[in-house]
């Protein structure tokens, strides 16, 4: 059975730090490149950071470029993303992607929720 499970939201105030993780089960990780993405109450699916199959390629949306770092442990199984300098409008729930790298078949964690608040 395939699973992606998200852990490590929380509740942090602003200027704060938390490290999600998400760990893989149920297929051959090294080949997807995986992704955070989050939402927001109320707005669309935000792609913020991908990392490529083996590392080291990596990629940041805008809106957390030099707050944020992913990475990934193709050993364990299991891909993180440091988050720094939390703002209020980084509240949302964050999910873990997986796409296959030939096929482009997606997986999907069920979430973890990320509060930012004073």
């Known amino acids: 059975e395939v699973q992606l499970v998200e852990s490590g939201g929380g509740m942090v105030q602003p200027g704060g730090s938390l490290r999600l993780s998400c760990a893989a089960s149920?297929?051959?990780?090294?080949?997807?490149?995986m992704s955070w993405v989050r939402q927001a109450p109320g707005k669309e699916v935000e792609w913020i950071s991908s990392i490529a199959t083996g590392g080291p390629s990596t990629f940041y949306a805008a809106s957390v470029k030099g707050r944020f770092t992913i990475s990934r442990d193709n050993d364990k199984n299991t891909v993180s993303l440091q988050m720094n300098s939390l703002k209020p409008e980084d509240t949302a729930v964050y999910y873990c992607r997986a796409v296959h790298i030939t096929t482009q078949t997606v997986n999907w964690g069920q979430g973890t929720q990320v509060t930012v608040s004073s």
């Open positions: 149920g297929f051959t990780f090294s080949t997807y490149d």
